[in-house]
């Protein structure tokens, strides 16, 4: 869940804006965001102090999956019932 508080939101702050920054000067494509996400994996797993177990690579997969449910929770559905509503329903009735 992304929805931590406003104080651990500040120590990142600078850091997020480098990185938007760096994307614009890199004109960045799909490579370079999974690149980001990869080392920012990377760089919460050496916080943690290797070696690592299951446990702590788990919770780098977990937190993806966490931030990827929430962003198609918030951001893609929102946008695929608006083009539903546009553009008509794919499913019957009788499938909902």
Known sequence: MPYIPRENKL????????IQDA?????????DLNYVLTQVAVAWLMYHNPPYGYTMRSRVLAAFEGAKMEYYRRVM???EDSKREDNGDVFPEEVL
Do not use: N, Q, T
């Open 11 to 18: 120590a990142y702050m600078d850091a997020l804006a480098e």
């Open 23 to 31: 994307f614009a000067s890199a004109e960045a494509g799909d490579g």
């Open 77 to 79: 559905a929102p946008y």
